[in-house]
């Protein structure tokens, strides 16, 4: 296996195919907040999250094997767990939707011109406009503007090219600014006319 | 540029993903034009706000769960070392537990406390399914029986009820004991045992008889007049959930799932039901998690004025000693087949 000698899990997973099991746990607890925040910001809500996590890992570790080093390990295992993510919506969309507790607020038209939401409502009213977009271009918003990859990564992980990835985050984004623009600078807007 | 091309670019531009000349395109169109400066802003403004989601903190219990990959037994997650191999592991499972349920019917024939319904049960009962499914997995796409936790309503709905009763999977048991004194117990604690009963003074995790300090018996089967809702449904589950908190174990699963079931099934008689009716459907929501799950509450109620079971069952997966953490509640149609509402925790 040709192992990337810049990529910083190569020890831990030569470690892991040398047959030191105990390895897997370092992976988990260098990959386990991104791919928890991923699974979070693909479903919706923490109980899938948490199970959709779950499953990513165990994938991992029966396929962890067929690793061949010809990409930085986190590339090729956040093509694994993004592949999966969109397998298992594809699945769970047969099963009832579950919505976390804390519903997410709408407006009120009658309310008055103006309505100052909280930050917390904002905040859940972005992740219900991310939750609407169609599962590739949720995809490329997480992974850029929530996850920080560039262009080029995204498109290896993805596996789409460059242009791809830059003609979805584009039509997403415009997507998103037209449903949250009612609620520009955490007020509502929805009754004032330009 | 016109204006559809120069919208088309603001997204790579902002992120400055375009080339050189690309930037002095659009810079130029943007001076004379208000309505892509808006856009501009618009976009600006959305990746704003979109960068103020938090960073979400791995839940503890499922930080502990993805360390029990490792450590779980090889057969639930290494890839199989060939057809042969794998056949003859199958081979030898089927005739332990075999030969494991065949004493357990023996012990509970002479105990006297098998009825008949159950001694025809556990004769014909099959080979635990889970065995075969994960040998099966060699080579299957990511979606065997070997990736554990999916809730396939589809598949629960399509099982058909069996008439006769039988446990599609049932676990003989290996170590199983059960004394027929268990019943008369009294004050018994829900509490984790660490060892497996052995004698009447032992405690038991949960099972059949053993009342906690409350007086609450274990197992539970209830029939209201409750209507509940969403909101009262999620009440309801918390509190199921934590009544149960680290009362049962994935070893409870596997060793006493057969007889947690047929004590709910003879409650549901005893309150007027038609216990053996559901004793296929709670088998078939146990069987589609694919994990370790025990039925642990049945109520029969009400869901938006609609007849219906509420059924709690507790999962989870890992070593033996792990519990069993996760809770899920089910509400059924009165046939227990058709799921009208789940939510889990």
Redesign the interface.
């Known amino acids: 296996m040709v192992i990337n000698k810049s990529d910083p899990d190569r020890p831990i997973i030569q470690s892991f195919l040398a047959g030191n099991t105990s390895s897997f746990n370092e992976l988990v607890g260098r990959h386990e907040r991104a791919i928890y925040n991923l699974a979070y910001r693909m479903v919706g809500n923490t109980n899938d999250a948490a199970d959709l996590t779950q499953e990513i890992f165990i994938h991992l570790h029966k396929k962890l094997g067929s690793f061949r080093g010809d990409s930085a390990f986190s590339t090729w295992f956040y093509r694994l767990a993004v592949n999966y993510s969109k397998d298992w919506l594809q699945k769970e969309a047969r099963r009832p939707k579950m919505v976390d507790i804390e519903e997410v607020a709408l407006p009120n038209s009658g309310t008055g011109p103006s309505q100052l939401y909280e930050r917390k409502e904002i905040k859940e009213l972005v992740q219900s406009a991310i939750l609407s977009l169609p599962e590739d271009q949720r995809i490329v918003v997480i992974l850029h503007d929530l996850q920080g990859y560039d262009y080029k990564e995204i498109a290896r992980v993805t596996g789409v090219p460059v242009g791809t990835v830059k003609s979805r985050l584009a039509r997403a984004r415009l997507k998103l600014a037209e449903k949250l623009a009612p609620y520009k600078d955490g007020a509502c807007h929805e009754n004032m006319k330009s | 540029m016109n204006c559809k091309d120069v919208?088309?670019?603001?997204?790579?531009y902002v992120?400055g993903?375009i080339t050189g000349e690309e930037i002095q395109q659009v810079d130029s169109h943007l001076e004379g034009c208000p309505h892509c400066q808006s856009?501009l802003a618009?976009?600006k403004?959305?990746?704003s706000?979109?960068?103020?989601?938090?960073?979400?903190?791995?839940?503890a219990?499922?930080?502990r769960?993805?360390?029990q990959?490792?450590?779980d037994k090889p057969s639930t997650?290494?890839?199989a070392k060939g057809w042969l191999t794998n056949r003859l592991s199958y081979l030898v499972a089927t005739g332990a537990v075999a030969i494991a349920a065949l004493t357990l019917l023996l012990i509970q024939i002479n105990t006297g406390d098998l009825d008949k319904q159950e001694a025809l049960t556990a004769l014909t009962g099959k080979a635990p399914v889970q065995e075969l499914s994960k040998k099966q997995a060699i080579g299957s796409e990511?979606?065997s029986a070997?990736?554990?936790?999916?809730?396939?309503?589809?598949q629960s709905a399509k099982a058909a009820p069996d008439g006769t009763g039988a446990i599609p999977n049932t676990y003989g048991g290996d170590g199983y004991s059960y004394s027929r004194s268990d019943d008369s117990r009294s004050q018994l604690k829900l509490k984790r045992q660490e060892s497996p009963a052995e004698s009447d003074e032992l405690l038991l995790r949960g099972l059949p008889g053993s009342t906690n300090e409350a007086g609450e018996q274990w197992p539970m089967v209830q029939f209201s007049n409750k209507n509940y809702d969403k909101t009262s449904a999620?009440v309801l589950l918390g509190d199921i959930q934590e009544k149960t908190n680290g009362a049962y174990s994935v070893k409870d699963a596997k060793e006493n799932q057969a007889l947690i079931i047929s004590k709910m099934v003879k409650k549901i008689d005893a309150l007027g039901g038609r216990g053996d009716l559901m004793r296929s459907p709670v088998n078939g929501l146990i069987n589609q998690t694919k994990r370790s799950a025990l039925p642990v509450y049945m109520e029969k109620a009400k869901f938006d004025k609609q007849d219906c079971w509420l059924i709690i069952i507790r999962w989870g997966?890992g070593s033996d000693e792990n519990d069993l953490y996760k809770t899920s509640l089910y509400i059924t149609d009165l046939s227990g087949w058709s799921?009208i509402?789940?939510?889990?925790?």
Do not use: C, W
């Open positions: 919208i088309e670019l603001l997204s790579a992120d993903e856009q618009a976009i403004n959305l990746i706000m979109v960068h103020e989601l938090d960073e979400l903190e791995v839940p219990g499922v930080s769960s993805l360390r990959i490792a450590t997650t290494m890839p990511e979606k070997e990736v554990t936790g999916q809730h396939d309503i589809d999620e997966f799921v509402h789940y939510i889990s925790n």
